[in-house]
């Protein structure tokens, strides 16, 4: 089992709906989670955080988490074709070294239609 | 404030040659990390160093890689003899600390092509 999971895609919404992305995690002892967005041949930059239990809330993101069915999910409101990108879930967990590292889903790549 | 500052942005070696990819980090920031990205694929930890430290190396390959972050300078990823399979976009990323590990800045990156 993949420490970080997410559905490849592509996901294909219209402008102006609301896309889902959705991560679920192995590590139950996973305490922070993480959504970056990565446009084609750039780096990744994080755009939302969540640490605990529930909804956050951020202009049109929201990142919801669920610590006990270990799935995290992030929704787009009124998406733009400017939020055409790959969508990366991390999640911070303590590795075998005793350090604190982020740990990357493969990614969706969600497409905006116009 | 500069941001994460990654040379070069393109490599070309051919097969056997040497590797050699430079991060700075950003001011302030002593924690430096190594991520390998193939195409159409996720980004895959290779190493996190601080300063004259390498802390956890676990994503790194067993033979011809090596990083090193000197107490002046640069951060470094050595490939050795590369190989094709090494052809990928190498990105560094550094933080304040493990407290702030989740909000990684990243670099723009170092596409290396082997042919």
């Known amino acids: 089992q993949k420490e970080v999971e997410q559905n490849s895609g592509p996901l294909s919404v219209p402008e102006g709906a609301i896309a889902s992305l959705n991560c679920t995690y192995s590590?139950?002892?996973?305490?922070?989670f993480f959504w970056y967005r990565q446009y084609s041949g750039k780096s990744p930059e994080l755009i939302m955080s969540i640490y605990s239990n529930g909804d956050k809330e951020d202009g049109r993101f929201t990142a919801q988490l669920n610590k006990a069915s270990q799935y995290v999910s992030l929704l787009i409101r009124d998406s733009q074709p400017s939020d055409s990108a790959t969508y990366l879930c991390?999640?911070?967990?303590?590795?075998?070294?005793?350090?604190?590292?982020?740990?990357f889903g493969t990614g969706t790549r969600l497409t905006i239609i116009p | 404030n500069a941001g994460v500052m990654q040379n070069p942005r393109h490599l070309v070696r051919r097969r056997g040659q040497e590797a050699r990819l430079r991060c700075s980090p950003m001011?302030?920031?002593?924690?430096v990390y190594w991520y390998r990205q193939l195409p159409e694929e996720g980004l895959k930890f290779m190493v996190y160093l601080q300063k004259e430290n390498i802390i956890d190396e676990s994503g790194m390959p067993k033979e011809r890689f090596s990083a090193e972050f000197p107490k002046e300078g640069p951060s470094i990823l050595r490939i050795q003899q590369v190989v094709r399979g090494d052809s990928a976009a190498y990105f560094c990323a550094s933080s304040l600390g493990t407290e702030n590990t989740g909000e990684l800045f990243f670099g723009e990156g170092s596409r290396l092509t082997v042919l």
């Open positions: 590590d139950r002892g996973s305490q922070s």
């Open positions: 001011k302030g920031h002593s924690h």
């Open positions: 991390a999640v911070k967990r303590v590795s075998n070294f005793g350090n604190e590292k982020l740990t």
